[in-house]
């Protein structure tokens, strides 16, 4: 199921579309000290797209203030990086979601085509079912999630939440956009932690 969009640059070059706007409303908002922002992308090396991706994925969209004393980094979120993750996003949240219930075979085949090893799906699942529902995010954004998602099925159920067809991609973008303030510095922190 829908893994034949994510094999397909054109979805690829969407989402930097969108990336293009998160980023541009980012930088009109300035940095909080009034200057001006720049510019300042981290270069990333991304792993589980096709052969084919965008060369737009060689950097992460982010900015640094101009004022000299401040010169604050402003990293927009994103719909195509989950924070500091080498994988792509949507391969994370896909990849993990058809890991629940697949044979071992299927799993097998699933690596393969994205490039990703057992143990790091393992890791993909733990991520999202042990410590997802922990974060501040979570505790608060699945209030506007209707049907109800329950924690258990994460992350399929969120999958099934947003994308309705093999080819939806309006689906996945709202799907990413709802997850995109995990994307930013800090928002995976956990209840509690600082
Ligand atoms: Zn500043």
Not at 25 to 52: E, F, S, V, W
Not at 104 to 127: G, K, M, Q, S, Y
Not at 165 to 178: A, C, I, P, T, V
């Amino acid at each position: 199921m829908y893994h034949d969009l994510l094999r397909d640059a054109r979805f690829w070059s969407f989402l930097t579309d969108v990336d293009g706007d998160l980023a541009e409303t980012a930088r009109q908002q300035a940095c909080p000290c009034g200057g001006r922002l720049h510019r300042a992308n981290y270069p990333r090396k991304p792993r589980g797209g096709p052969r084919d991706l965008p060369t737009a994925y060689l950097s992460r969209l982010s900015f640094c203030c101009g004022r000299d004393g401040c010169r604050k980094r402003v990293t927009p979120p994103s719909v195509r990086f989950l924070g500091r993750r080498v994988y792509l996003g949507a391969v994370i949240i896909l990849v993990a979601a058809m890991r629940q219930g697949s044979s071992p075979r299927r799993v097998r085949e699933l690596a393969d085509l994205f490039d990703a090893d057992r143990r790091t799906i393992n890791r993909w699942r733990a991520f999202w079912k042990e410590y997802f529902p922990l974060t501040t995010f979570w505790k608060v954004a699945r209030g506007r999630l209707v049907p109800t998602v329950t924690v258990d099925v994460l992350p399929r159920a969120l999958l099934e939440a947003f994308v309705h067809s093999e080819q939806d991609r309006n689906g996945w973008k709202k799907l990413l956009l709802f997850l995109s303030p995990i994307t930013i510095p800090g928002g995976l922190k956990i209840e509690g932690s600082i």
